[in-house]
Nanobody, 124 residues
Framework: QVQLVESGGGLVQAGGSLRLSCAAS????????MGWFRQAPGKEREFVAA????????AYADSVKGRFTISRDNAKNTVYLQMNSLKSEDTAVYYC?????????????????WGQGTQITVSS
């Protein structure tokens, strides 16, 4: 089992920045690929970014490419999402997720462990 706790959400003006953190506990964190997903009201949960177990491979949704950066610190069992140039359409609940395996994938169903989510609201 992996337990995930997100932090860093909040209200920010358009064009601003936020950094989300996801602290993991439980089984070995460093062997898991990690992902960030988001869900806006009335919409399905969608992929945002993912990082491999080593941090050597990353993937991003087209909508956030060039604005968001995913990273991880295996010594601290933490994954981060740096979000810059935020837009109103980035407003959503953001979820941290972990795979049982180490390679990057983008599908929601590939992730077995989920955090409780943190709200990001971008005001225009």
């Amino acid at each position: 089992q992996v337990q995930l706790v997100e932090s860093g959400g909040g209200l920010v003006q358009a064009g601003g920045s936020l950094r989300l953190s996801c602290a993991a506990s439980g089984r070995t964190f460093s062997s898991n690929a990690m992902g960030w997903f988001r869900q806006a009201p009335g919409k399905e949960r969608e992929f945002v970014a993912a990082i491999s177990w080593s941090g050597g491979s990353t993937a991003y949704a087209d909508s956030v490419k060039g604005r968001f950066t995913i990273s991880r610190d295996n010594a601290k069992n933490t994954v981060y999402l740096q979000m810059n140039s935020l837009k109103s359409e980035d407003t959503a609940v953001y979820y941290c997720a972990a795979r049982r395996f180490g390679l990057v994938v983008v599908e929601v169903y590939e992730y077995s462990y989920w955090g409780q989510g943190t709200q990001i609201t971008v005001s225009s």
